[in-house]
C-alpha cells in the first residue's frame, strides 16, 4: 500500500522556522516528482512547492518564494519543506503529494496523498 | 499565471440528478487541467487528469471534458457519497494554482 506521512507541523511564533517531513513507503520514491500543498482552515487548496524526481528542478508559489525550501532524499524516501521567516498567513494544513507521473513524465497531477500535519503561526 | 474559475459555487442536487460542474482558465491550458474531491476531514482525492482521463478507481459516473480553456466534471447519477467539495487544478505549468471549488449539497 502506497503511503504518505506527514510530520514537523506545530504552533511557531511569526518569524521564526519550522521543517516539514514527508515519508513516502510502497513505492520506489525516487521514480517521481513530488509536491507541497496547504490548506488554511476552512478555505480551498493552496499548491506550495514541487520537486522533480532528481531534484533537478524545483518550482514555488509567489507567496512562499524566497522563504521556503523543498527538498528530497531518495535514499530516506523522504521528502522536505524547510519553512523560513513563517507569516500568520502560513498556517494551513501542510499536505504532501505525489505526482501521477513517472520520472521525467511528470504529469503535475496529484494522485497520492498524506493525512497532513498542521502548522500555526501565532504570536 | 494562469487563473481558474469554478462555477457554480455551490451546486445543489438531489441524489440521482446529473452535476455539472464548470471551471475556465484564463488562458489556454491545453487538456493540462485535473480535478479532485474532498470530503470534510479528508485529503483531496484525484478524479480526473488531463481533462477526461480517470483516475484509477473512480466510478465510471464521473467524466470529464474540454480543452483550451473550458472544462467540465459531469457526475451522470449523483450517489450519497458524492457530495463534497470539487476542485479543479491547472497542471500545465508552475504555478500549479487550483480553482476555488464548487460546493456540491444534497437539495
Known amino acids: 500500500e502506497v503511503q504518505l506521512v506527514e510530520s514537523g507541523g506545530g504552533m511557531v511564533q511569526p518569524g521564526r522556522s519550522l521543517r516539514l517531513s514527508c515519508a513516502a513507503s510502497?513505492?520506489?520514491?525516487?521514480?517521481?516528482?513530488m509536491h507541497w500543498v496547504r490548506q488554511a482552515p476552512g478555505k480551498g487548496l493552496e499548491w506550495v512547492s514541487s520537486?522533480?524526481?532528481?531534484?533537478?528542478?524545483?518550482?514555488?508559489a509567489d507567496s512562499v518564494k524566497g522563504r521556503f525550501t523543498i527538498s528530497r532524499d531518495n535514499a530516506k524516501n523522504s521528502l522536505y519543506l524547510q519553512m523560513n521567516s513563517l507569516r500568520p498567513e502560513d498556517t494551513a494544513l501542510y499536505y504532501c503529494?505525489?505526482?501521477?507521473?513517472f520520472g521525467s513524465g511528470t504529469y503535475n497531477a496529484f494522485d497520492i496523498w498524506g493525512q497532513g500535519t498542521m502548522v500555526t503561526v501565532s504570536s | 499565471e494562469i487563473v481558474l474559475t469554478q462555477s457554480p459555487v455551490t451546486l445543489s442536487l438531489s441524489p440521482g440528478e446529473r452535476a455539472t460542474l464548470s471551471c475556465r482558465a484564463s488562458q489556454s491550458i491545453s487538456s493540462y487541467l485535473a480535478w479532485y474531491q474532498q470530503k470534510p476531514g479528508q485529503a483531496p482525492r484525484l478524479l480526473i487528469y488531463d481533462a477526461s482521463n480517470r483516475a484509477t478507481g473512480i466510478p465510471a459516473r464521473f467524466s470529464g471534458s474540454g480543452s483550451g480553456t473550458d472544462f467540465t466534471l459531469t457526475i451522470s447519477s449523483l450517489e450519497p457519497e458524492d457530495y463534497a467539495v470539487y476542485y479543479c487544478q491547472q497542471c500545465s505549468n508552475w504555478p500549479l494554482l487550483f480553482g476555488q471549488g464548487t460546493r456540491l449539497e444534497i437539495k
Open positions: 510502497g513505492i520506489t520514491f525516487g521514480d517521481y516528482a
Open positions: 503529494a505525489k505526482d501521477l507521473g
Open positions: 520537486i522533480r524526481w532528481n531534484s533537478g528542478n524545483m518550482g514555488y
